[in-house]
């Protein structure tokens, strides 16, 4: 029996079948998950890529920053999920900056409807995607969103470090406020992956240059799999104790000095 064997999940953020969430929609089904993805705008390209699962996916759209599509999100989702239709954990793996918020010198001339932008796309979609689909959720269900440790300042990421602090802080809110309904709510604070999301990053090499020989586990960064891995055991029943955490998938990094 897999780890996720009958959970019935909800996985955003699926670009290319290099995105984490494509690898971890990929494992959870791998773990007997059932499993719908969401697209925003390319959705052709999203129903594409759904069909390289081992099990091909619904996909519906989803556009987070749009209140209708939040609205009559479980009403698009019930098809999808039987009889007596549930959802037992999601995925928030979404996240945008304007050029203008990325970069060297961004943060002191980025405007404020940018910085608006980025934040309500990377981190107040959070909450907003939570309390869309809690109507479906059960005791017991899991919330997971994906992360980059922002608890220093990061060479070019600029204003989507500050909308990373405000995930990790809306991820302790709601973690109190859905954890008397039995829900969990978590980040998994990724290593730098090659992904479509990483190569908007100005300067991303230096990441990668930082991970070089620091991580104690070490770390590849064309590997999505030890993240999509740690994702779905948060999604797990496995961690019944663990909310409003951020739980590192980073081959150790954020532990070791200079």
């Known amino acids: ?33 059932q499993v719908v993805l969401t697209g925003f705008g390319r959705m052709r390209l999203v129903e594409r890529i759904a069909q390289r699962l081992p099990q091909p996916a619904p996909v519906i759209e989803l556009d987070v920053t749009d209140e209708s599509q939040l609205d ?18 999601v995925l928030h793996s979404i996240g945008f900056a304007p050029a203008s918020c990325l970069g060297e010198g961004s943060f ?51 204003w989507m470090g500050v909308a990373k602090s405000t995930l990790e802080s ?6 109190r406020d859905l954890g008397p309904k039995g829900v969990r709510v978590n980040l998994c604070a990724a290593g730098p992956v090659k992904t479509m999301a990483a190569r908007s ?6 990441f990668e240059d930082a991970w070089d020989g620091r991580a104690p ?28 955490s951020m739980v590192w998938a980073d081959g150790g990094f954020h532990a070791i000095g200079v």
């Open 1 to 33: 029996m897999g780890l996720l064997e009958g959970k019935r999940l909800l996985i955003t953020g699926v670009i290319t079948d290099a995105s984490l969430a494509f690898h971890v929609a990929k494992v959870a089904q791998e773990q007997g998950a």
């Open 72 to 89: 009559t999100l479980v009403d698009r989702l019930t098809p999808h999920l039987g009889d007596e239709p549930r959802l037992d954990g």
């Open 108 to 158: 002191l001339k980025a405007p404020w409807e940018d910085v608006a932008t980025t934040i309500h796309v990377s981190a107040y979609s959070f909450k907003a995607l939570a309390v869309a689909v809690l109507p479906l959720l059960q005791p017991g269900a899991s919330i997971v969103g994906m992360d980059f440790d922002n608890r220093q300042a990061w060479p070019a990421y600029d």
């Open 170 to 175: 809306v991820t302790r809110y709601l973690a």
């Open 201 to 206: 990053i100005p300067g991303f090499a230096a």
């Open 217 to 244: 586990l070490g770390w590849d960064v064309t590997d999505p799999v030890p993240v999509a891995k740690t994702v779905c055991a948060l999604l797990s029943d496995w961690l019944p104790a663990t909310t409003g």
